[in-house]
């Protein structure tokens, strides 16, 4: 597809950014996203976010609202720009120096880019799940612990124990663990790891739970045990979800955003993007023309 | 791809192949055999180095003690109140020693010979004498039958003796082959362990001299080297990992870093003598000031090191912590750093096995001088062992070049056991992720 070029962020990873617009139909031309990018009850709310890496925009203009509760799913070709709008969400671009981010984004009316804000209770609030399964090189236990802990969230031994069962049920997880607290958490297979990394995250009860991708790395089962779990999550998490797989797009979501060469083309119910798109490219997209 | 398709006088692909596939092996086996010949040579040169420095120290480890029927009677020691350390400590032992050697060869007349035949035993041995005088007071006015030193003359002479046909006289002359011949006979002559070697600091007299002050002097200046440089070159390094601003001046830092791992440890000990003696005023010959300068010399490396420790943290394990909400001090005391440990350790006991066998700018402080007494602490003048090893290889005295090579015996087994060290520790330290 387009040229990207790799930029190494501050942690050493590689970030795609886009480089070169490859022609395609009129997509200078794009101003609006259609759809419906706004809702009533926002938990986030995003108005005219850039995102520049250096002197190249990644982000153009991206509005876009994830009501509370709601799942929305983040799709589009690689380098489109949707794994870096997610992580502008809790400010994990702020470790990428050449990151500069422009735009309101606000979670419950609070600017997150407020200088004055601290970035560590946003992240308390706003958890996120990686594209690769990253548990601590410590104990299952303490993998779940290490939030609560670090947050002070309970000195005393047994309400830790109980925020560590209840987080690690939640994540579908204890069954298969609990007779094995202690044994390290990267001894597990890579869907119980990123099920682990989920219940680590919610630990720390967030409202907001970003995932990049959380499935990709993972086998077809342990994807269907996360999608289930992501289903369950929504009943008491507001979830944004990149991911590169449409189908689980179509399964979690209850909105979808499709973005292209760093616009967002078109939001809408899930069920509508997948069925009756209403932008060309998004349908290009999902009929599999390109991606 | 099939032959029919290509005209019938170009040989096909797989001939070519065929054909050069013998060259190319050839030409890998020669590559791995000029691996193999390097490491050979390096094996072969080892072996040398190994076979000279035991088969010259070996004999370093034994000392020859030759025994004398001494009559500690009171008037010729000069004690009249034992009860008086003052008595006993200025007493003619000497005196006693040689009256003794005198009454086991009585056939010796004349001032020269005598000094010869007092010659056999070492020098130190009327301290020997008093020492067990202090011990046991109750062998005073008593014949005792007592093991001295041999000279070291005459233990060098033994060792030769009793190695090979040819025989090392040094400066031992007939006379004294003759006494010590007598004296073998009579199994008054018997090698033990040299004990003294470990126990003693530096002497004049070889016999005397041992590297227990050396090693003290090493232990010392290594303690000021690891408790300076270790926290500083950490801490530097996650300064300019973790926190530095990629610019001019950290890029500055960074080539300079790189390049005073390169700079010879000589100018370390200029600078030292300039710094920590000439502006500071601190005294010479010191392990603190020691340990300061090879502070100085090991940070590089510790740096460096620290620094590719501290990178080789994969990112997955900074996101997961700051996902969560880890402030970045967290972040760096609670992952990167236990991540990151085993290498930093790894690179901090190499920089220190360094130090420790560095000479010359110990030399520019001072520490090479003659201290004789051991060391019992970093403000104790002392010396360390490859100054020790320096010092014995430039003395004349036969008996010191096994010393010599017995000292550097024990330096290279200071060397080891620290590089097992670190092995272990990465073992150790080492998680997985």
């Known amino acids: ?291 | 791809m099939s032959s029919n398709t290509q005209s019938s006088n170009k040989p096909s692909t797989i001939d070519l192949v065929n054909k050069n596939l013998a060259k190319r092996y050839r030409a890998e086996k020669r590559f791995r055999g000029y691996g193999i010949a390097s490491i050979l040579f390096g094996l072969i040169c080892l072996v040398f180095l190994f076979t000279d420095i035991i088969g010259k120290g070996y004999t370093a480890f034994v000392q020859n003690y030759i025994q004398l029927e001494v009559q500690l009677d009171a008037d010729t020691l000069g004690i009249s109140d034992i009860n008086d350390p003052n008595q006993v400590a200025m007493a003619n032992y000497m005196g006693v020693i040689k009256r003794s050697l005198r009454e086991r060869f009585p056939e010796v007349t004349g001032r020269r010979d005598k000094r010869k035949l007092y010659a056999l035993v070492s020098n130190g041995s009327g301290f020997d004498l008093r020492k067990q005088m202090e011990a046991d007071p109750e062998i005073l006015g008593t014949t005792q039958s007592l093991w001295f030193m041999a000279d070291d003359d005459v233990d060098t002479y033994i060792k030769s003796y009793s190695k090979d046909g040819k025989v090392f006289t040094g400066r031992t002359d007939e006379m004294q082959q003759g006494w010590i011949a007598s004296l073998i006979e009579a199994d008054q002559v018997e090698s033990r362990f040299n004990t003294v070697f470990f126990q003693n600091g530096d002497s004049r007299e070889p016999e005397q001299a041992g590297i227990r002050g050396a090693i003290m002097g090493s232990l010392f200046t290594m303690l000021v080297t690891l408790l300076l440089s270790f926290p500083i070159g950490v801490a530097a390094a996650v300064y300019l990992e973790e926190y530095a601003p990629k610019n001019k001046w950290t890029d500055l830092i960074e080539v300079n870093i790189n390049n005073l791992a390169a700079v010879p440890s000589i100018i370390f000990g200029l600078l030292g003598v300039a710094i920590f003696i000439g502006m500071f005023g601190m005294p010479r010959s010191l392990p603190l000031v020691g340990g300061m300068v090879l502070t100085l010399m090991t940070l590089p490396t510790i740096i460096i090191s620290s620094r590719a420790a501290i990178k080789a943290v994969p990112p997955s394990i900074r996101e997961a912590a700051l996902g969560i909400g880890a402030s970045k001090m967290q972040m760096i005391l609670h992952h990167v750093l236990p991540l990151a440990m085993p290498g930093m350790l790894t690179g901090a006991i190499i920089g220190l096995a360094q130090a420790l066998g560095e000479t010359a700018p110990l030399l520019m402080i001072g520490m090479v001088a003659f201290i004789v007494d051991v060391p019992g602490g970093v403000t104790d003048p002392a010396t360390v062992l490859p100054v020790q090893i320096f010092l014995w290889s430039d003395s004349p005295e036969r008996a010191f070049v096994e010393r010599t090579s017995a000292a550097i015996m024990v330096l290279l087994g200071f060397l080891i056991v620290m590089n097992a060290l670190a092995v272990w520790l990465r073992k150790r330290l080492e998680r997985r992720w």
Request: glycine share 6%.
């Open chain 1, 1 to 291: 597809m387009e040229a990207t070029a790799n930029i190494e962020n501050a942690t050493g990873e590689k970030v795609e950014i886009m480089n070169d617009v490859v022609a395609q139909p009129n997509v200078d031309d794009i101003h609006e996203t259609v759809g419906s990018p706004f809702c009533e009850n926002a938990k986030m709310a995003m108005r005219d976010v850039q995102v520049y890496y250096g002197d190249k925009q990644a982000i153009f203009d991206v509005g876009l609202d994830i009501g509370k509760n709601e799942v929305v799913a983040m799709i589009g070709p690689s380098g489109c720009g949707k794994s870096t709008f997610l992580r502008c969400l809790n400010r994990m671009n702020d470790t990428i120096d050449i990151c500069r981010v422009e735009g309101s984004l606000k979670l419950e009316g609070q600017d997150i880019y407020d200088p004055k804000l601290d970035v560590v209770p946003l992240r308390a609030r706003v958890g996120m799940v990686f594209q690769k399964p990253n548990p601590f090189p410590k104990s299952i236990y303490d993998n779940v612990a290490y939030g609560p802990r670090i947050h002070g969230l309970t000195n005393r031994k047994a309400e830790l124990d109980e925020i560590v069962e209840t987080s690690l049920r939640k994540a579908s997880l204890w069954d298969e663990v609990k007779d094995r607290l202690q044994s390290p958490g990267t001894g597990l297979s890579g869907g119980q790891q990123q099920r682990l990394c989920i219940a680590r995250t919610i630990a720390v009860s967030p409202e907001v739970i970003l995932m990049d991708e959380p499935c990709s790395a993972l086998d077809p089962i342990a994807t269907a045990k996360i999608e289930e779990l992501i289903a369950e999550l929504s009943e008491n998490f507001t979830i944004a979800i990149v991911t590169h797989s449409m189908q689980q797009a179509a399964r979690v979501s209850n909105r979808t955003a499709y973005f292209h060469l760093g616009k967002l083309i078109e939001v809408n119910d899930t069920e509508k993007v997948f069925t009756n798109p209403e932008h060309e490219l998004t349908e290009a997209y999902i009929t599999g023309r390109f991606g």
